[in-house]
């Protein structure tokens, strides 16, 4: 390309004159030469130069990294890296801010100041502080109660663990779960169906794995697909699907299904059946990455509906 003026460069750029001569005036991108009126001109390899120097300052580059790169006093690929680093950390600012504005925008009511602190520093919670937080949930639900070991630890182990990256699914589930294992109520109603499900006590029910991986399974199944029909648990049409659950249930737990096991294992599954719950280890699931986990709530309580619309 011929020399151009400095007006020809900003309309080939779209970079403002005004810029194009504070870049000049601080040896950024010098002119080529000046005509005999004094005017600045332009060669082509200053307009590659003038090119990159736009591309780098759109990237976020200060002025004097900028001029370390040009001058090769600053390598470019390490610069880049470290741009990459940074820009990635304001990726996870400005999802955790969104996460709570979302969840602001979401309300039913005004929050108060409180609850608006609250719910940044949950969204900003480090990996310390949000282990802090379930741990603490934790020695709530179990202190003094005489629980499965097996059923405590199973709840100990399966801890969030937030990636370093995390994805907007993510760091919402965080919050969620945040504000869930908050709730006065979830925890009495968690303490209360761990004691009554998987206490050791003489009261407790207690409950046999295998029985309880088939009725998961076989409730999902079997039942999932009358509730999405819109089936009435009272109905006719329900007998076959009930009868066929039960009798599952009692031949996995070594029982027969008599008029007695319905009654009492039906008081257990009704026990064992919140909403919150299960949306507890769906949300654990989702921050740490784990398959989708089935809502089966609906379905259980389809089920109890339907053996309480029989009496024997």
């Given at each position: ?12 750029t ?6 194009i ?13 000046r ?11 200053a ?8 591309t780098?300052?759109?990237?976020g ?17 390490g ?19 969104r ?9 039913g ?6 609850e608006?602190?609250r ?14 937080i379930?741990?603490?949930?934790l ?19 399966g801890?969030?663990e ?5 994805t907007?699914a ?27 499900s ?13 029985a ?17 029909a ?15 659950v ?5 031949q996995?737990?070594?029982?027969e299904d008599?008029?007695a ?14 909403a919150r719950a299960?949306?507890?280890w769906?949300?654990i ?7 989708e ?18 009496p024997?």
């Open positions: 390309m011929q020399n151009a003026t400095i007006g020809e460069l900003a309309r080939r779209g970079i403002p004159i005004k810029t001569r504070y870049y000049a005036e601080i040896g950024l991108v010098p002119e080529t030469r005509t005999r009126a004094g005017y600045r001109t332009y060669d082509s390899s307009l590659l130069r003038l090119e990159l120097v736009r780098l300052r759109e990237l580059l200060d002025i004097a990294t900028i001029r370390a790169i040009l001058d090769r006093r600053a390598d470019l690929p610069v880049a890296a470290a741009q990459v680093d940074a820009i990635d950390t304001q990726i996870r600012l400005l999802r955790l801010r996460t709570v504005l979302r969840r602001l925008a979401a309300a009511s005004p929050p108060d100041d409180q608006v602190e719910m940044h520093r949950l969204a900003h919670a480090s990996a310390e502080e949000r282990r802090s379930m741990n603490e949930f020695d709530h639900i179990f202190a003094g109660l005489a629980v499965s070991p097996e059923f405590e630890d199973r709840f100990r182990k801890m969030p937030l990636p370093d990256d995390p907007d993510q760091v919402d589930a965080w919050v969620e779960l945040a504000e869930l294992v908050q709730d006065p109520d979830f925890r009495a109603t968690v303490r209360r169906m761990s004691e009554q998987w206490g050791t006590s003489a009261a407790a029910q207690p409950v046999d794995r295998e309880a991986a088939v009725a998961a399974q076989l409730v999902g199944e079997r039942i999932g697909p009358l509730v999405a819109g089936v009435d648990p009272a109905s006719a049409e329900a007998t076959a699907a009930v009868d066929e039960m009798g599952a249930f009692a996995a737990a070594g029982r008599t008029p096991y319905r009654a009492a294992e039906i008081e257990r599954l009704a026990a064992g059946t919140d299960e949306r507890y769906q949300l699931g989702t921050v740490n990455g784990w398959p986990r089935p809502a089966l709530v609906p379905a259980f309580e389809w089920l109890i509906a339907a053996v309480r619309a029989r024997e």
